[in-house]
């Protein structure tokens, strides 16, 4: 064998295995994202033990925020005058939603499966976006097909419960 043939060869494996290395980094960094952005809403839904609990009559919604009335159904919270939701297609004025309070009172997130599953959206969406990563530069046809119901699936039961 040739000296010319056998550096063909580690140079096609060191390129193959710098692709491996890239494309691995891109779609972890796009998982880890897609959990970071959800885990800032999604804590106080499914952590609610501790937390003020109870539901938000909407009155307006302007500004990217819904307000209104609190009233409490959790022990030793407290009513209040306005409690702040993210404007979504979640939320509508004029409908009552079951909320966790986020520490400080103000601003609230919603609760049960509905709120559960919204709050993971960001991950849906990172996983079908890593799906595609992971089919064309890591060559995983079956585990990018996983990631890819997973997300949907995520998606669509989000879209069907809120």
Known sequence: ???AVR???GSVAALRFGRFAAMGTV????????VWASWG????A???????????AVERCAGGTCAGPYAPSSPGSQPRAEVRLESSVAVEEGRTYAVVLKPGGEEGVRAG????????VPLGGALLLASVVVAGGLLR???????ALSGAALLTAAFLVV
Do not use: D, F
């Not at 499914?46 to 938000?56: C, D, I, N, P, Q």
């Open 1 to 3: 064998m040739s000296p």
């Open 7 to 9: 550096s063909s060869r």
């Open 27 to 34: 779609a972890a960094l796009i998982l880890i994202a897609g």
């Open 41 to 44: 809403t999604a804590q106080h």
């Open 46 to 56: 499914m952590l609610t033990k501790g937390r003020e609990r109870g539901t938000v």
């Open 113 to 120: 499966p509905a709120g559960i599953l919204y709050a993971w």
């Open 141 to 147: 046809t079956r585990v990018a097909w996983v990631m």
